[in-house]
């Protein structure tokens, strides 16, 4: 199956700096590559996906790459606020199957 | 729209007796429900699929005996936890799979999460 590896596992930054987050797969299948917001004791929140016909996408302050060849991906986030500050999880999802096979999550704190 | 609820949010249980969780898609079909485990600072690891109408498919070392699924319904799955022992303490999640006519195709809808503690 899928094997996902997420990269770091805690994240310190200071506010209005950059943060991001890697993640490996090794299924070269996999097309469908979300990832997710948590916060304790809360169920994750999808914050942007990205499939594998495209490179980059981006929403505000949030973006995320995918390189097929290389089979990783990538969280950006931009002008970080204390809010941001959370548990995010990387996954990656084989078309027809559709488990989602989620990274061992980064911590994030954004330092006021 | 794409919601999915969870009962009960919290449940503590003594050793050997059995807890039933219930997933819900409130406003949406789910062909297929996960269900995931969620250990203290840990990833979330799949249990099992859960399809309607048929049998789940479950992860490899995860004891379908143990776990029972059952997808009666297009907006219900539910995860029994026979003979629940200290060590199935957990966090549960399920999400559901909306058809293509929703949102966007392989999105997941996650529940809010069931906390198990079994004394």
């Known amino acids: 199956g899928e094997n996902v590896e997420q990269h770091p596992s805690t994240l310190s930054v200071q506010e209005g700096d950059s943060a991001v987050i890697k993640c490996t797969y090794s299924?070269?299948?996999?097309?469908?590559f979300p990832w997710y917001k948590q916060e304790l004791g809360k169920r994750p929140q999808l914050i942007i996906d990205i499939r594998s016909n495209v490179g980059e996408k981006k929403d505000q302050r949030i973006a995320v790459t995918l390189n097929k060849t290389a089979k990783h991906f990538s969280l950006h986030i931009t002008e970080t606020q204390p809010e941001d500050s959370a548990v995010y999880f990387c996954a990656a999802s084989i078309p027809g199957a559709n488990n989602l096979f989620f990274g061992t999550g980064t911590r994030l704190t954004v330092i006021p | 729209g794409a919601v999915v609820s969870q009962h009960p949010s919290r449940v503590i249980c003594k050793s050997g007796t059995s807890v039933k969780i219930e997933c819900r898609s409130l406003d949406f079909q789910a062909t297929t429900m996960f269900w995931y485990r969620q250990f203290p600072k840990q990833s979330l690891m799949l249990m099992a699929t859960s399809n309607e109408g048929s049998k789940a498919t479950y992860e490899q070392g995860v004891e379908k005996d143990k776990f029972l699924i059952n997808h009666a319904s297009l907006t219900l799955s539910t995860l029994t936890v026979t003979s629940a022992h200290p060590e199935d303490s957990s966090f549960y999640i399920c999400s559901a799979l909306p058809g293509q006519t929703l949102i966007s195709y392989n999105e997941q809808f996650f529940g809010p999460g069931t906390r198990l503690t079994v004394l």
């Open positions: 299924d070269s299948a996999s097309n469908y």
